[in-house]
């Protein structure tokens, strides 16, 4: 099946905003669930944020509480993460990703994950 597409990485300064976008209008599997995650150099994947489908339901990884926000667009089957004041611990990798039910503050069980889209924070 066709994979998930990320966009909108990119290379900016502590403090600035980034917006990830997750295109999955060719993705044949299930959505109900959307997540991003990250990877760091020598690090594992972690999750950073996921939704319900209706989007009335989120998570976020503590660490980017209050500073990042998910969302989708199922019309256009389209995940966003809004990236505000970014520090460069924020730097990684970033994936999405899907799951078939929703349960609050758990990270297991998604997959089928996209290419990733580079974040590169600088001081």
């Known amino acids: 099946q066709v994979q998930l597409v990320e966009s909108g990485g990119g290379s900016v300064l502590a403090g600035g905003s980034l917006r990830l976008s997750c295109d999955a209008s060719?993705?044949?599997?299930?959505?109900?669930?959307m997540a991003w995650f990250r990877q760091a150099p020598g690090k594992e994947r972690e999750g950073v944020a996921a939704i319900s489908y209706k989007g009335d339901l989120s998570y976020y990884a503590d660490s980017v509480k209050g500073r990042f926000t998910i969302s989708r667009d199922n019309a256009k089957s389209l995940l966003y993460l809004q990236m505000n004041s970014l520090k460069p611990d924020d730097t990684a990798m970033y994936y999405c990703a899907t799951r078939q039910w929703y349960t609050p503050h758990t990270w297991h069980g998604f997959g089928d994950w996209g290419q990733g889209t580079q974040v590169t924070v600088s001081s």
């Open positions: 060719g993705y044949t599997g299930s959505t109900y669930c």
